[in-house]
């Protein structure tokens, strides 16, 4: 395979590796369901921040290949929040290093797979002036990742008797649904990836299996991957869109990336370990004095971590009295 193959080659630390897509999200999702599993089962094990690494290195390094070869701005910016968060977790500081978040993601990549150089530099390309390829669903694409993640850790744990609500085939099948379309959006990028579009394919015919549906060709299969992850999500029947330069700075998805959850490590001194897309109000937002569930402080706190509280939220606009119930979350 030459060394300019597939865009994530002209980055050192992933073409010394050559990682294939199907590799790249079997280690993601391993590391995500072994943290789940570890925060539901025993949040205070030494074991944890490990694991927390772990997860943070694997998805990192899924979510900036895919922006690699997509040059989606959504996946950069959520590569750049990875690696920020592994330095964080490593004791660096943002400000004491020459290199970004991104570089040590990468550095930390090709040093876990012994290519003991860590060079995360590029390597000379010609310039691509084609168009990226268009994302073939509305929702941020790093919100897909976060769901074929969390849906993969969910099918497993729910098979556990002690969450008897997890709905087991759901997350199975969101978990088909989401795997697939990032495999094909991976290979229409990269269409010198043949295993890729196998693998995206093998999604589809497998969620067609799953949905009792007759078998088809490999790009009808891939095709309904789409289809169905279509009917499946609401945000297509969105009758009032944000605008590009949303006052809520979601860029007109109706989202914005935030982080959810803080790591204590003692004298007021907190870690953001966990972020996610949250619902955008369209406007900067406030929290109501009011709120029920933090007592309008607009955290809550369990052993060793501080949450954001969702359900006081409140568009700066609105009377500070509006109530939790009639704002949701």
């Not at 990875?82 to 004791?91: I, P």
């Not at 020459?98 to 012994?114: E, K, S, T």
């Not at 609500?165 to 697939?180: F, I, K, N, P, Y």
Request: aromatic letters at 6%; a negative charge; hydrophobic letters at 35%.
């Amino acid at each position: 395979m030459p060394d300019g193959q597939h865009p994530e080659h002209t980055v050192k630390a992933y073409r010394d590796e050559r990682p294939s897509i199907t590799r790249l999200i079997l280690e993601a999702r391993w590391a995500h369901y072994r943290l789940t599993d570890a925060l539901e089962y025993d949040p205070d094990s030494d074991a944890v921040p490990a694991l927390r690494r772990f997860n943070l290195l694997h998805a990192g390094a899924l979510v900036d290949i895919l922006a690699l070869r997509t040059r989606d701005p959504d996946l950069y910016e959520a590569a750049r929040d990875h690696g920020a968060l592994l330095r964080e977790v490593d004791g660096l500081a943002l400000d004491d290093h020459p290199r970004n978040g991104l570089d040590h993601l990468r550095a930390q990549y090709a040093r876990l797979h012994q290519h003991t150089h860590g060079d995360a530099c590029r390597a000379p390309q010609a310039t691509d002036d084609s168009l990226p390829p268009k994302r073939p669903f509305l929702r941020p694409a790093p919100r897909l990742v976060r769901q074929m993640l969390d849906t993969y850790a969910w099918s497993n744990l729910g098979l556990a008797s002690r969450f008897p609500a997890v709905d087991v085939a759901s997350e199975q099948r969101r978990h088909l649904m989401t795997r697939g379309l990032l495999l094909d959006w991976a290979a229409t990028a990269a269409p010198a990836d043949s295993a890729a579009a196998v693998a995206a394919a093998t999604a589809g015919h497998a969620l067609r299996a799953f949905d009792r549906r007759p078998a088809l060709n490999d790009l009808r299969a891939r095709a309904y991957l789409l289809d169905a992850f279509r009917d499946f999500d609401d945000q297509n029947e969105d009758e009032d869109p944000h605008p590009h330069d949303c006052a809520g700075r979601c860029d007109g998805t109706g989202e914005v990336l935030t982080v959810l959850t803080w790591e204590h490590h003692g004298d007021d001194t907190y870690t953001a370990v966990h972020q996610e897309p949250i619902l955008c109000f369209g406007a900067p937002t406030a929290h109501a004095p009011g709120c029920a569930t933090c007592g309008g402080h607009g955290f809550t706190y369990t052993p060793g971590y501080r949450e954001l509280c969702l359900d006081g939220r409140i568009s700066d606009g609105e009377p500070s009295t509006a109530t939790v119930a009639s704002q949701g979350s």
